[in-house]
């Protein structure tokens, strides 16, 4: 069974091509006119063993917004694709992830019903032409069109590209862990009987 899904998204500000792979080896052709995004997408893919490629045309003339929250759009939609019925899955991933003086926590819960919450300043506004502000737009995107629960904690963390790169990483370990399937689980892991 191919845990995989390609989707495509046009706009007035975006076009956007992404194609994911839960069951990859952590290969990345990430291209949307950003380095430091393009950087964190394949630090995704690669601590979270995920197969991504994106194509992106952004309106970058204005800034950096509609591009990156399209991207998490369109990544979500992409999570929500390949993890399919959701029969065998653990459901639950959490991660806590160090990177020098940052310690960053993620939890993920595949439920159906999204919800975000994240908890970490920033202390300057950009990293390369990244807006730092726009972590929180990515992974409320990301989080509703998946349909995930989805928290973000700074424990500790000063230097601003450490703390951004600790967020990708650790929610890549933690959707690793949440899409993964367990053999003890033969439906869905829900009193309810659906997710």
Excluded: Q
């Excluded at 899955?89 to 819960?109: K, V």
């Amino acid at each position: 069974m191919s845990r995989s899904a390609f989707v495509e998204r046009n706009t007035s500000e975006t076009k956007i091509r992404l194609s994911l792979n839960l069951d990859g080896s952590g290969k990345a052709e990430i291209h949307t006119g950003i380095g430091f995004f393009d950087h964190m997408l394949n630090s995704f893919a690669r601590h979270g063993f995920f197969d991504l490629k994106a194509e992106v045309e952004g309106d970058l003339w204005v800034d950096c917004h509609h591009t990156i929250e399209d991207v998490g759009i369109v990544l979500g939609e992409a999570i929500k694709e390949a993890v399919g019925d959701k029969k065998g899955i653990r459901r639950y991933g959490s991660f806590m992830l160090p990177m020098d003086e940052t310690l960053m926590l993620c939890a993920i819960d595949l439920s159906g019903r999204p919800y975000f919450v994240m908890d970490c300043d920033f202390t300057m506004d950009r990293v390369g032409e990244f807006d730092t502000e726009m972590v929180k737009e990515f992974f409320y995107a990301v989080s509703y069109s998946s349909a995930m629960n989805l928290h973000l904690k700074k424990i500790h963390g000063e230097n601003n590209h450490h703390m951004i790169e600790a967020a990708f990483k650790a929610f890549a370990k933690a959707l690793d862990e949440a899409t993964g399937m367990d053999p003890r689980i033969t439906d869905v892991l829900s009193t309810k009987g659906a997710l």
